[in-house]
């Protein structure tokens, strides 16, 4: 498929310019979407394959679609989660940099709320960003609320992490770090009698 070259496609450029690139669907560059499904939106490659590279953003015009460079949208939304080399949360602000997709705080994806005795994967991070990785944690229930700060290194698909800066209430939860040696995740476990809401901001270091 040929992709056309958005540096001609002058309304293009200027939409981009002027606005934040929502992305509506997402896709396996092996597996390309086919252009027309999503007219006039903005896709987001997760996995290399074919024509396209893990972290390609392309436009939908109705029968193609146009490359764009990461220079002309280097700030994105997402409506849903995206899986696959790259791996993004829903309803998130993200922005490149140095190529490298770096998730802002703020979103409604930094936040999730976890029942009683559940547990739940709060985070996702594709080792192809670091290998170190630091979030700053927020947890509260109905009553109590509580800071705290987690450095994580993987090494060997093994993960060791330190939990520091700890304030507010005691509010008794568990962390899990692991690592398949693609991602490492972030579980988190409810040991409170009610639910308890995580809001966190991540940065690979």
Known sequence: MKLRNPLTQYPYLLYLRGRVADIAFDFDGGVPAVPGDNTNKFGFVHTTGGDYNAGDIVFDDGTSFILIPPELASTITTRTAINGFISLHPDALYVN?????????????????????????????SLTLSHNVYWQLDVSSASKSHACEISALEKSSNVSYTRFAIL??????????????????LNITNN??????????????
């Open 168 to 185: 507010g209430d005691s509010v008794s939860y568990g962390i899990n770090l692991t690592s398949d040696g693609s991602d490492i995740t």
């Open 192 to 205: 409170e009698v009610d639910k308890i809401t995580v809001r966190f901001k991540r940065t690979p270091i």
């Open 97 to 125: 940099q140095a190529g490298v997709w770096v998730l802002k705080g703020g979103s409604a994806s930094n936040s999730i709320t976890i029942d009683p005795s559940d547990s739940e994967d709060v985070d996702i991070v």
